[in-house]
């Protein structure tokens, strides 16, 4: 088991540093504006935009940059590990800012993964056990409208609900949890559902689909004939073999949602790394898309790496050598 | 100038072309929907602005920022300098007044020296609250010329003597800059530069404390740290520790993704300054990120933001455009801006003056205007830098082009383009021709209408369509030889012409990054250095003109450039401007009639708006 | 003699369908005592399935009629409520089922599955239903039991799941074992070996045992009493000898003659022609009419009902015991001559 955990991490190391070249020879190929050009003001005389280079460490060839890149993510740099280095546009270290915004993400991702967690994999195995209801078809409509339904849509319909109109939420913006919890509640609770609706209508189908599966398979018969309760049937004999696999693609998703909840963050003005590493690209500034490519690549490759070990964990017929 | 304001601000006027014309801001220029409607100024209060993106240039740094909204921000809040505006609207905002000096001086009589008087009982704020002295002016002129601070406009101050023995590293001060005493700075040029007391107006020759700012030699360190000599600091400067330069940490009243958040500056004296330049009224200024651009202007609107300095949605234009109870909110000023195309001298057709005459008359710049939006987005240009650069002194029905086919057809048949001289551009190379814009909504609405009209003279034009920053990396590149573009404009660096004309100097051509275009004034050895053709007639240089007017002061000064622009549009003919542009804002209920509009910056004049406080939310 | 374990009268089972309603099972009647092995025997769709399934409660009733009487003990299990029912299921009847590695859950480890079937009839700890279960796999054959328990379904080989399943439905010691095809998805070595096993424990724990298979040998093997099932009806019921050594009805003769006999040099093995009825539409008479060679005259309007018409063992055919001998006999000498 060890031996597999460590051949993996070395792995997932490999894969991000190949995200990060890769993202690296983006910036460079795809057409923009050249940052020495870009940030050497109204004239960009070569004096200036050698000034410039200097500055920002645009002064090696790009090979070299690289891979002073990557030794200064591995070393750190001047403001500590790892080191990301400073953004071309507000000259600030990069690190401090990244974290801060990474856990606004993570705010959001936990919350509305937790929600809808609980409603895809509630709807989903209330719809099974009741197939062909009332119920049953209404919650597949609710599944399909959430799932059409994009988020920008969805985000702005709810402010203009419930900010607008009824005047029960704040509207856009983050509060620190530590600076006022009730406020921080109040500005999340509407970005959370948003962001949850779309996957729990997803995660709904799913589970309804795995169920019906389940319910079907011969260990159930052998539970009931064991004289099981129905209710400990669903609970111990259906809903592990059924959330199982829901599980382990939950936590891709989170994982994708590290860099993903770009939309949800810019509708609701969350200082979040999606909307942040955005911005950033939109005004060439490298160091920032770097460094926010590094830190979801990580994220991804660990959260596969966790759910790969945790599906060993809840279904024993898969082991890791 | 102020590239990138636009690309926010124009990005977001999308599609203007719905709102009807006549309705909201009147007539381009100067008009104001609504200005401080003659109610008594409150003081006190917040005043509250969001905005998509700060968009500073150096990271807030004054040796750096050249965009208007940080050159706002800063003269009207933070750097005095020693002659400085009024932070009002139209022309009384684009006179020098005094500030940290006590007169505007002349210079000697060589034109050479000009001298200053500092007042008494002008202090940096916290954490320092001293005295400003000459030395620390000096020190601001000196931050200019190092190298790795990138400061924007070393041109200006090139001129003192010692400059350039500084800025190689070969001398330890500017000889040029004398300081006797502790309130008299004089400086000492090796050229006559008639404007030289406009850039002792901007933010990078204000007073900086060595004590703090020496301790940043790279360019945008010292932005968050930024000592303030007006009547507003940083919230939290008070607690920077400024005993050396390791002990120093960013103020936290300036986050640079976040918000920035001002205070009042208690060593800030006002018996110093003109109350009418700087009213100071609020006690706090907040100004915050928000990315959702739609939910700021739905904020002004329900009163819990007061402005943002972003130009709002063509739908919010609309919409207060057209509603009574909202047309006052909507707040419209000349920006001091020009939008224009230019034709490259050098590449065929356009090499031939006749073509570009025709093109000129061809052009239908009231077509162009409602495609843009109407007369609330600007009105139609017809020289190259707006009437407030020549501080209202241009003559007012000036109109070298006026639309007109039969005069179009009558100068291309003029040309050896035209070979069977019907009117017509027939010669191979009136076809095809590469046309660059941007794929924005007003640039798109103009692009037919633009093929429609060349088309009429024969010139067939292929439109390129790109993003903003690669449409200018496109025109930059001399080697591109792009013959004719639309993307471009420039606004004023402060109200010179000169600032206008850098773009026409030869001299100024670069392989990239250049900004001259059109390669007006471009030599036979440029042109193999920089790989473009050189016509056979030669290229029409207004470079002597510019130098001689460049040594001149008001209003001398100005009446001479006014010459090099009739000039350059009748005889030169590489600019073809279409629109001046108007600063389109919304303003809040609290703030719609305490709002006042700063010339200078092309911003609002913060410091001299008031809020209602019993109208915010 | 005392009262039979199982007593089954007149049961019928229908299921509603879009085609229509099926009777899967229609009018089925027999008994099975303590200490004996009950084999039931006929091709797929012959009902022997779905009558146990129904007996157990295990069929969804939203769609099932089940009529008739079925007694267990004394108790009517069809009169009973739904809880009453289950807490049958695995005490007094417990079951096991054809595919083991499908029919145990893969997530749990096996002890921890017999567990579950002792605590859910019994108030005892956790430590003391692990105890039972251990003793149950020690005795079912599993070599080292403790460790054995703790495995996973996956981890152990067929003949080895099946002994789990059988540990499993008769670690409450019910009165009643019912195996439904034990032993058709192991290897035949296996296969001899769960047979003894279910047999030992017949009788070591004094129980009833029904055998459900469609497979002759594996019922001739361990079976005392011998139901044969066609459409739905039993249309034989006797003693092993009786059944295999002088059947009584068509249906028999037609299964004995199709399977090869250890011994018999070069016979024939004659299939029955046609197909099983319908089960929608039942048509009146005798099920196997259509396919009957000896078919005569009432077969295809009386129903012939199972009785002794004088073999000495149930059957329902209406031709006469002799009828049936000579036929019988015929068919035998027929069948190890017909040698080319």
């Known amino acids: 088991m060890w031996q597999y955990i460590i051949r993996r991490l070395v792995w997932s190391l490999v894969v991000v540093l190949l995200v990060t070249l890769l993202a690296f020879i983006i910036f460079y190929v795809l057409p923009s504006t050249d940052p020495t050009i870009a940030f050497a003001g109204k004239q960009p005389t070569p004096e200036i935009r050698a000034e410039v280079a200097k500055n920002l460490g645009l002064n090696h060839s790009k090979p070299v940059q690289y891979l002073i890149f990557v030794k200064h993510l591995f070393l750190g740099d001047q403001y500590g590990w790892p080191g990301f280095g400073k953004s071309f546009n507000s000259r600030e270290p990069i690190k401090g800012e990244m974290f801060s915004r990474l856990l606004v993400t993570l705010q959001l991702a936990i919350g509305a993964l937790i929600i809808w967690l609980t409603l895809g994999i509630s709807i989903g195995v209330l719809s099974a056990l009741k197939r062909r209801s009332a119920m049953d078809r209404g919650a597949m409509g609710f599944a399909l409208l959430g799932i059409s339904t994009p988020v920008f849509f969805l985000g702005i319909l709810g402010l203009y609900l419930f900010w607008k109109v009824l005047g029960i939420n704040p509207g856009t913006g983050y509060v620190g949890f530590r600076d006022n919890p009730w406020d921080w509640f109040q500005h999340m609770w509407l970005p959370w559902v948003v962001l949850a609706l779309l996957s729990a209508a997803v995660y709904a189908r799913i589970v309804r689909g795995t169920m019906l599966d389940v319910m079907g398979e011969d260990y159930v018969r052998t539970a009931r004939a064991k004289g099981v309760s129905e209710r400990n049937v669903v609970i111990r004999h259906m809903l592990r073999p059924t959330i199982a696999p829901v599980l382990t693609l939950a936590g891709i998703d989170f994982a994708l949602l590290i860099g993903g909840a770009v939309v949800t963050e810019s509708v609701f003005n969350l200082p979040g790394i999606g909307a942040y590493v955005l911005d950033a690209v939109g005004q060439n500034d490298l160091p920032v898309a770097m460094g926010v490519t590094v830190i979801a690549a990580v994220f991804v490759t660990i959260m596969n790496l966790i759910v790969d070990i945790a599906y060993g964990f809840v279904d024993p017929r898969v082991r890791y050598t | ?617 | 003699m005392s009262e039979p374990l199982l007593e089954v009268e007149d049961l019928t089972v229908q299921f509603r369908t879009h085609d229509g309603i099926v009777r899967a099972v229609d009018g089925l009647s027999f008994t099975v005592e303590r200490g004996e092995s009950l084999g039931v025997v006929g091709e797929s769709g012959s009902g022997k399935s779905v009558t146990f399934m129904a007996i157990m409660g295990l069929l969804n009733r939203d769609y099932t009629l089940i009529e008739g009487e079925v007694r267990f003990n004394g108790y009517d299990l069809l009169a009973m409520s739904d809880k009453e029912r289950r807490a049958i299921r695995g005490d007094g009847i417990g079951m096991v089922f054809q595919d083991p590695m499908t029919s145990l859950h893969p997530m749990y480890r096996v002890g921890t599955q017999i567990v579950e079937a002792v605590r859910t009839h019994r108030d005892v700890s956790k430590d003391e239903a692990w105890a039972e279960a251990v003793e149950m796999l020690r005795l079912v054959g599993i070599p080292s039991p403790k460790e054995r328990a703790r495995s996973y379904p996956h981890e152990m080989s067929g003949g080895m799941r099946q002994r789990v399943m059988i540990a499993m439905g008769l670690v409450l010691r019910p009165d009643l074992l019912i195996a439904d095809e034990p032993t058709t998805a192991l290897d035949v070595t296996v296969q001899a070996q769960i047979l003894d096993l279910i047999d030992d424990l017949k009788r070591e724990l004094n129980i009833g045992v029904v055998l459900i298979s469609h497979s002759l040998g594996v019922i001739a093997d361990v079976c005392q009493r011998v139901m044969v099932m066609y459409a739905g009806r039993a249309v034989e019921l006797g003693s092993r000898n009786e059944v295999f050594l002088t059947p009584t009805h068509p249906y028999t003769w037609g299964l004995l003659e199709s399977i090869p006999r250890v011994g018999a040099d070069h016979e024939r093995l004659i299939p029955i022609s046609g197909s099983p009825p319908s089960l929608i539409h039942v048509p009146p008479g005798c099920p196997f009419n259509p396919r009957c060679p000896h078919r005569f005259e009432p077969c295809d309007r009386d129903r012939p009902a199972l009785a002794d018409r004088g073999s000495g063992h149930l059957d329902a055919c209406h031709l006469t015991a002799e009828q049936k001998a000579d036929i019988w006999g015929a068919r035998e000498a027929g069948r190890t001559a017909a040698t080319p």
């Open chain 2, 1 to 617: 100038m102020k590239k990138r304001r636009w690309v926010i601000a124009t990005a977001l006027a999308a599609g203007a072309g719905l709102v009807v014309a006549g309705c909201g801001g009147g007539s381009g220029g100067s008009s104001s929907t609504g200005g401080s409607g003659g109610a008594t100024p409150q003081k006190g209060g917040t005043l509250r602005l969001e905005t998509q993106d700060f968009g500073y240039t150096d990271a807030f740094d004054p040796t750096g920022e050249y965009l208007g909204l940080g050159w706002g921000l800063l003269n009207q809040l933070m750097t005095r300098t020693l002659v400085g505006y009024a932070h009002r609207p139209n022309e009384p905002g684009n006179v020098l007044i005094p500030d940290l000096a006590e007169s505007v001086p002349a210079p000697s009589a060589d034109g050479l020296t000009y001298a200053f008087k500092i007042k008494q009982g002008v202090k940096f704020g916290p954490p320092l609250n001293r005295e400003i002295t000459s030395k620390d002016i000096a020190f601001a002129i000196e931050r200019i010329a190092t190298p790795s601070l990138a400061a924007q406009y070393p041109n200006y101050f090139q001129n003192i003597a010692g400059f350039k023995a500084f800025s190689d590293g070969k001398a330890k001060t500017i000889t040029g800059i004398q300081t006797p005493d502790d309130k008299t700075i004089t400086f000492k040029l090796t050229k006559k530069q008639g404007n030289f007391v406009y850039a002792m107006a901007t933010p990078a020759a204000s007073p900086m404390p060595r004590e703090v700012a020496g301790c940043f030699t790279k360019a945008g360190d010292y932005g968050r740290y930024v000592i303030s000599s007006g009547p507003y600091t940083f919230a939290g400067s008070d607690k920077l520790d400024a005993s050396s330069c390791k002990t120093l940490k960013p103020i936290s009243g300036f986050n640079p993704t976040k918000n920035q958040t001002w205070v009042r500056n208690p060593a800030y004296d006002p018996a110093t300054d003109d109350p009418k330049a700087r009213g100071a009224y609020v006690d706090k200024i907040t100004y915050d990120i928000n990315t959702n651009a739609k939910d700021i202007f739905d904020k002004i609107e329900a009163g819990t933001v007061d402005g943002s300095p972003d130009t709002p949605p063509s739908d919010v234009i609309q919409k207060y455009a057209t509603s009574s109870s909202l047309k006052n909110d909507l707040k419209i000023y000349s920006g001091d801006r020009t939008w224009y195309m230019y034709m490259n001298l050098t590449t065929p057709p356009f090499d031939d003056i006749h073509v570009r005459k025709a093109v000129s008359y061809a052009t239908n710049k009231a077509d162009l205007q409602k495609a843009w939006g109407g007369p609330v987005s600007g009105s139609i240009a017809t020289h190259i830098a707006p009437q407030t650069v020549y501080h209202d002194r241009f003559p007012k029905d000036y109109d070298p082009y006026p639309y007109d086919l039969t005069k179009a057809a009558d100068e291309m048949k003029q040309s050896k383009y035209d070979t069977n001289q019907d009117g017509v551009c027939d010669a191979s190379a009136c076809k095809n021709i590469f046309f660059v814009t941007r794929n924005l909504p007003q640039w798109s609405a103009m692009t037919p209408i633009t093929q429609a009209n060349l088309a009429k003279i024969g010139i067939a034009v292929t439109p390129r369509e790109l993003p903003t920053s690669n449409a200018y990396t496109t025109i930059q590149t001399t080697a591109n030889k792009v013959p004719i573009a639309a993307n471009a404009g420039w606004s004023k660096d402060f109200a010179d012409a000169a600032t206008f004309f850098v773009l026409q100097d030869g001299r100024n051509i670069l392989a990239t990054g250049n900004s001259n275009y059109g390669l007006i004034g471009l030599t036979a050895s440029q042109a193999t250095k920089f790989k473009v053709p050189y016509p056979a007639g030669g290229v029409p240089s207004l470079d002597a003109d510019i130098d001689t007017c460049s040594a001149l002061t008001d209003p001398e000064r100005i009446d001479c450039f006014i010459n090099v622009d009739k000039k350059s549009m009748e005889q030169v003919v590489s600019w073809l401007p279409y629109l001046f542009a108007n600063s389109v804002e919304t303003a809040s209920p609290a703030l719609t009639n305490g709002y006042v509009f700063d010339q200078n910056s092309g911003e609002q004049a913060f410091v001299n708006e008031w809020v209602d406080q019993s109208k915010q939310k």
